[in-house]
Each structure stands twice: as structure tokens, then as C-alpha cells.
């Protein structure tokens, strides 16, 4: 809808020209917000539902059987940043599988 009225910036093409800033903030004016509601089905309180979002983290057991590598070299006594050298693997991830290892002692 505002594309004919992008400023491009660069290889950047966000911005707006301000001849059609009136227009648009009439525009935003006019939208109405709807009240939250939950996917069809579920059945608990918002905070239950607001808690469940994102990514499921890994058990300490999926992590080990996973980076199996990773934990091979901090095993073999290996620090952080060489087992990430090493395995091409990020240091968090290091850092994860490191957790991993000590939690399962």
C-alpha cells in the first residue's frame, strides 16, 4: 500500500517520504486492535499459554546425544573456545553441552 512512497536509503527501502505523513497517520488512526485471543482449543490461562512460546529446550540428554562431538572434546579435556574451533559448533553451544556433561555427573 506504501510502496510507491518508499525513500530508498541506501540498499534500504523503510522510510517514508513525508508528503503522505498526514494520510498516514490518519491511516493508523482508523485501525482498530482486536482483544488477544488464544488459538482455538486451548483451554489454559493466558500466562500458562505466554510460557509454552518458543523454541522447547533440549534435556541434557538430547543436548549429549546431539553434539556428541562436542562432548567427546570437552571430555578429552579440551576448553571452550578450542572444542568450538574444533567442532565449528557456536561457544553457547559449547557452553550448553559443557552444562549438559556436569548436570548428567
Known amino acids: 500500500m506504501l510502496s510507491q512512497d518508499n525513500l530508498p536509503v541506501g540498499t534500504l527501502t523503510e522510510f517514508f517520504t513525508i508528503n503522505r505523513l498526514e494520510w498516514l497517520l490518519s491511516e493508523l488512526d482508523a485501525v482498530t486492535i482486536n482483544e488477544y485471543l488464544p488459538p482455538e482449543g486451548y483451554t489454559g490461562t493466558r500466562e500458562t499459554l505466554l510460557k509454552r512460546a518458543g523454541r522447547r529446550k533440549k534435556s541434557s540428554t538430547e543436548l549429549l546425544a546431539e553434539y556428541e562431538d562436542v562432548a ?31 548436570a548428567a555427573s
Open 72 to 102: 567427546m572434546l570437552l571430555k578429552a579435556g579440551k576448553g571452550i573456545r578450542e572444542a568450538s574451533r574444533l567442532s565449528g559448533r557456536s561457544i553457547n553451544t559449547v557452553q550448553k553441552v559443557k552444562a549438559a556433561i556436569i
